[in-house]
């Protein structure tokens, strides 16, 4: 059996292993619910927030 492809660019890997069968519980496992910036810079992110649909 083959998954479809899905674009899981910009998703925490919490998420984008979540949306295979069985793991589905994993999105509360996300910590990647907001943007974190560099310290002491403008508009440069440490990591950015996760952009699965769960978070929204």
Do not use: K, W
């Not at 996300?30 to 440490?46: A, K, N, R, Y």
């Amino acid at each position: 059996m083959t998954l479809p492809a899905v674009n899981t660019t910009g998703m925490s890997a919490e998420c984008a292993l979540a949306r295979r069968p069985g793991y589905e519980d994993l999105h509360d496992e996300c910590t990647q619910t907001e943007d974190v910036p560099l310290p002491h810079s403008f508009g440069i992110l440490l990591v950015r927030r996760c952009t699965c649909g769960c978070h929204r």
